[in-house]
Protein backbone atom coordinates (compact mmCIF):
# COMPACT_ATOMS: atom_id res chain seq x y z
CA UNK A 1 0.00 0.00 0.00
CA UNK A 2 0.97 3.35 -1.06
CA UNK A 3 1.26 5.97 1.46
CA UNK A 4 2.76 8.12 3.97
CA UNK A 5 4.23 6.81 7.38
CA UNK A 6 5.30 9.20 10.20
CA UNK A 7 7.12 7.51 13.44
CA UNK A 8 7.00 7.35 16.64
CA UNK A 9 2.72 7.91 17.15
CA UNK A 10 4.05 9.35 20.32
CA UNK A 11 6.99 11.16 21.67
CA UNK A 12 8.27 12.56 24.77
CA UNK A 13 11.22 14.71 25.55
CA UNK A 14 12.63 16.51 28.11
CA UNK A 15 13.07 20.21 27.90
CA UNK A 16 16.36 21.34 26.08
CA UNK A 17 16.62 18.56 23.90
CA UNK A 18 16.31 18.07 20.40
CA UNK A 19 14.54 15.66 19.00
CA UNK A 20 13.54 14.32 15.42
CA UNK A 21 10.37 13.17 13.55
CA UNK A 22 10.46 10.90 10.72
CA UNK A 23 8.42 10.81 7.80
CA UNK A 24 8.57 8.71 4.87
CA UNK A 25 6.18 8.62 2.23
CA UNK A 26 6.65 5.75 -0.70
CA UNK A 27 4.16 7.30 -3.51
CA UNK A 28 7.14 8.86 -5.45
CA UNK A 29 5.63 12.15 -4.82
CA UNK A 30 8.24 15.32 -4.84
CA UNK A 31 7.16 17.38 -2.87
CA UNK A 32 6.70 16.89 0.93
CA UNK A 33 5.10 19.69 4.01
CA UNK A 34 5.60 19.73 7.78
CA UNK A 35 2.76 21.25 9.40
CA UNK A 36 2.11 21.80 13.14
CA UNK A 37 -1.52 21.21 14.76
CA UNK A 38 -2.44 22.89 17.99
CA UNK A 39 -5.90 22.83 19.85
CA UNK A 40 -8.26 24.50 18.40
CA UNK A 41 -6.25 25.85 15.01
CA UNK A 42 -5.74 24.81 11.94
CA UNK A 43 -2.65 23.41 9.98
CA UNK A 44 0.51 25.53 10.06
CA UNK A 45 2.88 25.22 7.63
CA UNK A 46 6.41 24.49 9.28
CA UNK A 47 8.96 23.94 6.30
CA UNK A 48 7.92 22.26 2.53
CA UNK A 49 10.50 20.75 0.16
CA UNK A 50 9.57 20.96 -3.71
CA UNK A 51 12.47 18.90 -4.82
CA UNK A 52 15.26 17.01 -2.94
CA UNK A 53 17.83 18.52 -1.12
CA UNK A 54 15.86 22.04 -1.73
CA UNK A 55 13.71 23.12 0.99
CA UNK A 56 11.59 26.57 2.33
CA UNK A 57 10.67 27.87 5.15
CA UNK A 58 6.76 27.99 6.29
CA UNK A 59 5.07 30.22 8.46
CA UNK A 60 6.33 28.90 11.34
CA UNK A 61 9.72 27.92 10.59
CA UNK A 62 11.80 29.46 13.65
CA UNK A 63 12.79 26.58 15.94
CA UNK A 64 12.87 23.69 13.62
CA UNK A 65 14.94 22.23 11.06
CA UNK A 66 14.36 20.20 8.11
CA UNK A 67 16.66 17.82 5.43
CA UNK A 68 15.36 16.32 2.38
CA UNK A 69 18.54 13.93 1.15
CA UNK A 70 16.12 11.61 -0.34
CA UNK A 71 13.07 12.17 -2.09
CA UNK A 72 10.87 9.42 0.42
CA UNK A 73 12.33 10.87 3.44
CA UNK A 74 11.95 14.32 4.98
CA UNK A 75 12.84 14.58 8.65
CA UNK A 76 12.00 17.71 11.10
CA UNK A 77 14.17 17.94 13.96
CA UNK A 78 12.31 20.30 16.46
CA UNK A 79 15.36 22.13 18.77
CA UNK A 80 15.19 23.21 21.90
CA UNK A 81 15.08 26.68 20.48
CA UNK A 82 11.27 26.02 19.45
CA UNK A 83 10.01 27.68 22.73
CA UNK A 84 7.07 25.82 22.76
CA UNK A 85 7.35 22.29 20.59
CA UNK A 86 4.42 20.06 22.54
CA UNK A 87 1.90 19.86 19.74
CA UNK A 88 0.70 17.32 17.28
CA UNK A 89 2.67 17.18 13.53
CA UNK A 90 1.68 16.00 10.72
CA UNK A 91 3.88 15.38 7.52
CA UNK A 92 2.24 15.59 3.91
CA UNK A 93 3.19 14.98 0.19
CA UNK A 94 1.78 16.34 -3.09
CA UNK A 95 2.34 14.75 -6.47
CA UNK A 96 5.00 17.82 -7.82
CA UNK A 97 5.22 21.49 -6.39
CA UNK A 98 2.52 22.36 -8.74
CA UNK A 99 -0.32 19.69 -7.47
CA UNK A 100 -3.08 20.83 -5.19
CA UNK A 101 -3.98 18.10 -3.48
CA UNK A 102 -2.21 16.75 -0.29
CA UNK A 103 -1.75 13.46 1.33
CA UNK A 104 -1.53 13.64 5.16
CA UNK A 105 0.32 11.07 7.33
CA UNK A 106 -0.59 10.31 10.48
CA UNK A 107 1.00 12.23 12.86
CA UNK A 108 3.33 12.63 15.37
CA UNK A 109 2.21 13.30 19.27
CA UNK A 110 5.24 15.15 20.65
CA UNK A 111 5.14 16.45 24.02
CA UNK A 112 7.90 18.12 26.10
CA UNK A 113 8.21 18.67 29.95
CA UNK B 1 -1.76 36.39 2.29
CA UNK B 2 -4.34 33.96 2.22
CA UNK B 3 -6.80 34.19 5.59
CA UNK B 4 -9.43 31.28 5.57
CA UNK B 5 -12.01 31.72 8.41
CA UNK B 6 -14.58 29.06 9.19
CA UNK B 7 -17.57 28.89 11.08
CA UNK B 8 -18.99 27.50 13.25
CA UNK B 9 -16.23 25.79 15.32
CA UNK B 10 -18.50 22.98 17.33
CA UNK B 11 -21.27 21.31 15.57
CA UNK B 12 -23.55 19.34 16.78
CA UNK B 13 -26.45 18.02 15.35
CA UNK B 14 -28.87 14.77 15.69
CA UNK B 15 -28.30 11.34 13.20
CA UNK B 16 -30.20 11.75 10.00
CA UNK B 17 -30.06 16.04 10.44
CA UNK B 18 -27.73 17.59 8.04
CA UNK B 19 -24.83 19.92 8.83
CA UNK B 20 -23.48 22.53 6.79
CA UNK B 21 -20.08 24.31 7.90
CA UNK B 22 -18.80 27.48 6.34
CA UNK B 23 -15.59 29.04 5.20
CA UNK B 24 -14.35 32.51 3.41
CA UNK B 25 -11.15 33.48 2.02
CA UNK B 26 -10.15 36.63 1.76
CA UNK B 27 -7.22 36.07 -1.74
CA UNK B 28 -9.32 36.64 -5.15
CA UNK B 29 -6.74 34.21 -6.73
CA UNK B 30 -7.12 31.07 -4.99
CA UNK B 31 -8.89 28.82 -7.31
CA UNK B 32 -8.30 25.27 -5.03
CA UNK B 33 -10.79 24.72 -2.05
CA UNK B 34 -10.28 21.52 -0.70
CA UNK B 35 -12.46 19.99 2.44
CA UNK B 36 -10.51 17.59 5.13
CA UNK B 37 -12.11 15.17 7.80
CA UNK B 38 -9.43 14.73 10.57
CA UNK B 39 -10.72 11.85 12.80
CA UNK B 40 -9.17 11.62 16.18
CA UNK B 41 -5.54 11.13 16.69
CA UNK B 42 -5.45 10.36 13.14
CA UNK B 43 -4.20 12.65 9.85
CA UNK B 44 -6.74 14.51 7.67
CA UNK B 45 -7.96 12.55 4.42
CA UNK B 46 -10.02 15.00 1.83
CA UNK B 47 -13.22 14.15 1.48
CA UNK B 48 -14.07 16.58 -1.46
CA UNK B 49 -12.97 19.44 -3.10
CA UNK B 50 -13.71 22.35 -5.38
CA UNK B 51 -11.82 24.31 -8.11
CA UNK B 52 -12.78 27.80 -9.08
CA UNK B 53 -14.67 27.29 -12.32
CA UNK B 54 -17.42 25.03 -10.33
CA UNK B 55 -20.24 26.42 -8.55
CA UNK B 56 -21.26 23.51 -6.86
CA UNK B 57 -19.92 19.57 -6.68
CA UNK B 58 -21.56 16.38 -5.12
CA UNK B 59 -20.13 12.86 -3.96
CA UNK B 60 -23.01 10.94 -2.00
CA UNK B 61 -24.03 12.96 1.20
CA UNK B 62 -21.92 15.59 0.89
CA UNK B 63 -21.32 18.62 -1.58
CA UNK B 64 -19.25 21.53 -1.89
CA UNK B 65 -20.70 24.73 -3.15
CA UNK B 66 -18.70 27.98 -3.81
CA UNK B 67 -19.87 31.73 -4.06
CA UNK B 68 -16.23 33.09 -5.81
CA UNK B 69 -18.17 36.92 -5.80
CA UNK B 70 -18.36 36.52 -1.81
CA UNK B 71 -15.20 34.74 -1.64
CA UNK B 72 -17.21 31.41 0.68
CA UNK B 73 -17.86 28.33 0.14
CA UNK B 74 -19.69 25.60 2.38
CA UNK B 75 -19.62 21.90 3.01
CA UNK B 76 -22.87 20.16 2.78
CA UNK B 77 -23.36 16.87 4.71
CA UNK B 78 -27.04 15.47 4.76
CA UNK B 79 -28.45 12.29 6.28
CA UNK B 80 -25.40 12.77 8.95
CA UNK B 81 -24.33 9.51 10.71
CA UNK B 82 -22.26 9.03 13.92
CA UNK B 83 -19.36 8.22 11.73
CA UNK B 84 -19.65 11.28 10.42
CA UNK B 85 -18.44 12.89 13.97
CA UNK B 86 -14.78 14.17 13.21
CA UNK B 87 -13.05 17.61 12.99
CA UNK B 88 -13.44 19.27 9.28
CA UNK B 89 -10.93 21.51 7.74
CA UNK B 90 -11.53 23.80 5.04
CA UNK B 91 -8.54 25.08 2.77
CA UNK B 92 -7.87 27.75 -0.05
CA UNK B 93 -4.72 27.04 -2.37
CA UNK B 94 -3.97 29.58 -5.34
CA UNK B 95 -0.89 30.08 -7.30
CA UNK B 96 1.96 28.69 -4.47
CA UNK B 97 -0.48 25.52 -4.48
CA UNK B 98 0.00 25.50 -0.72
CA UNK B 99 -2.79 25.52 1.45
CA UNK B 100 -4.10 28.05 4.09
CA UNK B 101 -6.30 25.98 6.24
CA UNK B 102 -9.65 27.02 8.51
CA UNK B 103 -9.64 26.73 12.57
CA UNK B 104 -11.58 23.46 11.93
CA UNK B 105 -15.36 22.39 12.66
CA UNK B 106 -15.74 19.63 15.28
CA UNK B 107 -18.87 17.77 13.99
CA UNK B 108 -20.38 15.75 16.73
CA UNK B 109 -23.41 13.39 15.65
CA UNK B 110 -25.64 11.91 18.15
CA UNK B 111 -27.35 8.35 17.73
Known amino acids: DGGITQSPKYLFRKEGQNVTLSCEQNLNHDAMYWYRQDPGQGLRLIYYSQIVNDFQKGDIAEGYSVSREKKESFPLTVTSAQKNPTAFYLCASTLSGASYEQYFGPGTRLTVT | GENVEQHPSTLSVQEGDSAVIKCTYSDSASNYFPWYKQELGKGPQLIID?????GEKKDQRIAVTLNKTAKHFSLHITETQPEDSAVYFCAASGGSYIPTFGRGTSLIVHP
Open chain 2, 50 to 54: IRSNV
